[in-house]
Structures are given as structure tokens and as C-alpha cells.
């Protein structure tokens, strides 16, 4: 009699298909460069925003600003590291000399380059994502209004894990140990070449930065600049890694595609456009009225603190402005244009209210004379006339020194007058052309 069989209970069970592709994955990812490069990436561009955090027109004040200056940051710093730690890890195989024993294995070509890719493309987007996250939360304290184009700092690490990927390419087709370096290189002056040009076209740099003021992108700049770079990183990937080689054209084909839209999209303008929401004017209720624009309006009651004792001295005079305004609009007839006053703010404040105040009166008596002649012997005093006004009106540290013994001796004699005289003095200056020499009164 033929003896049952024994099941063997303690034998492993088959390991499912998912979990062959994700452990492999995951231990890749937890060594080799990518980590590195992921933290090496996130303190680089960290720092560099850190750098210009104190600067005039620093990038706290604004969203547009915030994720203008990451995108510069993390692409143009970021990009060369990120191209030379995929290189590197392309090249690891070859340096280990493994390469016969990854070819021996069951999976295929494709997967097995995948897996072998991966920390190249998703460390630096990883690490660049950290640095814009904090970024953005140390801006949003700060901002007055509006919201971080999120979709933009997407498509940055879109653009790092693609470059991450070709240079993950280059290092398997190009066995040399200073490839990493020599295209880390020509990335950084790749990705920075195109800023010194003005077309449209210049928008396919995913380093390229835009001075947003009252301006957003159109909606479909984030997903075209998605599939531009992706798709440049998939048919390089698949053209080296795919059995069959027509699997790299569709990718080729919708990274054309969104190529000429970015190139050619908006009527040929570029990918931005007004924002009228952010343009649009915030005003106080005092005389004359100071108005910002709504990205600035945290800063409004800051702002007519700073002109107060300038209002103080229009307010009736006649030719005085009714209003103080900014944004992209022109002044009207009875308006006077402001300082911007994002760039002239650190963390939510004004830096020097003084200052702030000066170049106002700057703004106000400001002319732009096409027909002047400044040969004309005249035309030096009323420049040393138009200085004493304006330290008159808006008193300013810096701007004493730079004051000529005559303007000098114009700003005291303005200082003693009464105030009836002072009002009938603005009167006069502000009803004369100041493109004209001789029509500048002297006090």
C-alpha cells in the first residue's frame, strides 16, 4: 500500500508579483547615491534661498517671487547635481562589475533598468520638493494675498527626476568616470544659456525664471512643462532600456507636442498673463489716498505710516496728487506712482519707512524730459533746487550727503519758512515744468 504523501507546511509560499517589483525597488532606494543626492540637493537649494532671503526685494514677500526663485534654485543648482548623481549611479554596475550578474537574472531589460533608475529620478525631485515645502512655509506668514502655484513646483521636480534620468542614461552608455562631472557642467550651462535670450521659446528651460509682479502662468503651463521634461527623460530611457525601440516615439511625440505649446501657446507671448486679481488696488481712506496692490496689501497701513507727514504737506496744496498708486496700470493725471512696496520689505515690514517715504517724492517729481537740454546753464541749479525739495519733503540719512553746499542752503531756507510760505512755495514747484530750467523755482 502506497504511503500518503506529507505535506511539507514549512516551505515558503510563492512570493507574489508585486512584491518581487517592490522589494527590489525599495532596497535600491535606500542605498547608492540616491539618498545622498536627494539630501545633498534639499541643502543646496535651501541655502541658496536662505542666501537671498535678506535681500532687498527678498522672496518672502510674494508667492510668485517664492517659487520663482526655487525653480531657479533647484533647476540651475539642482539640475548639474542631479544629472551627475545619475550618471554616477548608470555607471555603478560597470565599476562593481556586476553587469553579467544582473543580466542573468529573470526579469527584463526594461525592469531591471527601472529599478536600477529609480533613485536617480525620484531623490532629487524628493529632495527638492523638502527644500520648496520649507520654503513656502516660511514664506506664508508673510504674503498678503494669492496662494504658491503648487502645479510650477511640481513640474521642477518633474524636471529634476527627469534630468536625474538622463543622466542615469548617459552613465550606462558612457563608460568614463568623468562623465558625471563634464555633464554636470554642460547642464549648469545648458539650463542657463537660455535666460540671456527673449522669446518664447525660452520657456522649454525649466531653469527659467519670471518676474511675476501681477503676472501668473496660464493654466496649462505646469502640465505641458511636465510632459516637455518627462518626456525628453522617457524616450532616452526607453530608446537605451526597451526590447523594442518604437516604444520611446510616443513619448517623443508628446514632448514635441508640448514643446510647440509652450513655444507657440498665448498667442506667442510666453506662458504668463495679467493677473487682475493680484493688480488690483487696495486704498486707505486718508488724503491723498495710498493705494496698493492686493499682493501688497499687508503692507498698506505700513505704507500711509511712511507718507503721513508727506500727505500732511500736499494735502490742499493744489497740483498736489489726489492718490499714490501702484501696479502695472500708469498713473493717471491727478495720481503719483509709489515704490513697490514688496521690494522695499523684509518678512511683512518696510525696511526704512524714511526711505520709503523719499523715494515717493523721488517718483513724484520725476520726468522723463526727451527734449531736455542739460547743457543749459540752468539746468544744474534747478537739479540742486529739485534735491533740497525732495530732502525737504521726505528727510532721508542717505540721501544728505549727496546735497551740494547750494541745495544745502536751499533746504534751510525752506526749513525756515512759515507754513503759509512752505504751501505757497509747493504751490509754485509743483505747477512748473520740470523739464524747463529757468520755469524751477528757487526757494
Known amino acids: 500500500m502506497t504511503a500518503a504523501p506529507v505535506l511539507d507546511d514549512t516551505a515558503p509560499a510563492p512570493t507574489p508579483a508585486r512584491a518581487r517589483t517592490v522589494r527590489p525597488l525599495l532596497s535600491e532606494l535606500r542605498r547608492g547615491v540616491g539618498p545622498w543626492a536627494g539630501a545633498a540637493l534639499a541643502l543646496t537649494v535651501s541655502i541658496a534661498m536662505y542666501g537671498k532671503a535678506d ?52 526579469r527584463t531589460p526594461l525592469r531591471r533598468a527601472a529599478v536600477a533608475a529609480a533613485p536617480a529620478a525620484l531623490w532629487p525631485a524628493l529632495g527638492h520638493l ?26 521642477d521636480a518633474v524636471a529634476l527626476a527627469a534630468l ?13 568616470r568623468l562623465t558625471a562631472p563634464l555633464l554636470a557642467a554642460a547642464t549648469y550651462v545648458v ?45 532616452a530611457f526607453l530608446a ?17 507636442a508640448a514643446a510647440v505649446l509652450i513655444g507657440t501657446g498665448n498667442g506667442g507671448q510666453g506662458p504668463w498673463r495679467a493677473d487682475t486679481a493680484a493688480a488690483r488696488l487696495v486704498c486707505d481712506d486718508g488724503t491723498p489716498q495710498v493705494c496698493v496692490t492686493a499682493v501688497d496689501s499687508r503692507l498698506l497701513p505700513q505704507v500711509s505710516a511712511a ?42 515690514r518696510l525696511r526704512d519707512p524714511g526711505a520709503y517715504a523719499h523715494g515717493a517724492v523721488q517718483y513724484l517729481f520725476s520726468d522723463s524730459c526727451e527734449d531736455q537740454d542739460y547743457e543749459h546753464p540752468g539746468w544744474a541749479r534747478a537739479s540742486e533746487v529739485n534735491s533740497a525739495v525732495i530732502q525737504w519733503l521726505a528727510p532721508s540719512a542717505a540721501y544728505e550727503p549727496v546735497l551740494t553746499d547750494r541745495s544745502r542752503a536751499d533746504l534751510a531756507r525752506l526749513k525756515t519758512k512759515s507754513p503759509a510760505e512752505r504751501r505757497a512755495y509747493l504751490a509754485r514747484y509743483l505747477a512748473a515744468d520740470l523739464c524747463d530750467a529757468e520755469e524751477v523755482p528757487v526757494p
Open 55 to 106: 535681500y532687498i526685494d527678498g522672496w518672502q514677500s510674494r508667492w510668485g517671487e517664492a517659487t520663482s526663485l526655487l525653480r531657479t534654485a533647484g533647476l540651475l543648482l539642482g539640475g548639474p547635481l542631479a544629472v551627475a548623481a545619475g550618471c554616477w549611479q548608470g555607471g555603478r554596475e560597470r565599476r562593481r562589475g556586476t553587469g553579467e550578474l544582473w543580466a542573468s537574472t529573470a
Open 130 to 155: 523638502l527644500a520648496a515645502t520649507g520654503c513656502l512655509l516660511a514664506t506664508w506668514p508673510y504674503v498678503s494675498a494669492g496662494r504658491p502655484d503648487l502645479l510650477l513646483v511640481l513640474a
Open 164 to 176: 536625474g534620468t538622463l543622466g542615469f542614461v548617459a552613465g550606462r552608455v558612457i563608460p568614463w
Open 191 to 235: 539650463l542657463g544659456f537660455p535666460a540671456y535670450g527673449n522669446t518664447p521659446w525660452q520657456w522649454l528651460d525649466p531653469a527659467m525664471a519670471h518676474s511675476y509682479n501681477w503676472d501668473k502662468a496660464v493654466w496649462w503651463f505646469a502640465p505641458a512643462s511636465v510632459v516637455w521634461t518627462g518626456g525628453l527623460a522617457a524616450t
Open 240 to 256: 537605451y532600456a526597451a526590447r523594442r525601440r518604437t516604444l520611446a516615439l510616443p513619448p517623443l511625440a508628446a514632448a514635441c
Open 307 to 348: 507718507l503721513a507727514d508727506l500727505n500732511g504737506a500736499l494735502r490742499g496744496v493744489p497740483g498736489a496728487p489726489v492718490r499714490w498708486t501702484d501696479g502695472p496700470r500708469p498713473a493717471g493725471p491727478d495720481e503719483a506712482s509709489l515704490p513697490t512696496p514688496a521690494f522695499e520689505s523684509l518678512r511683512g
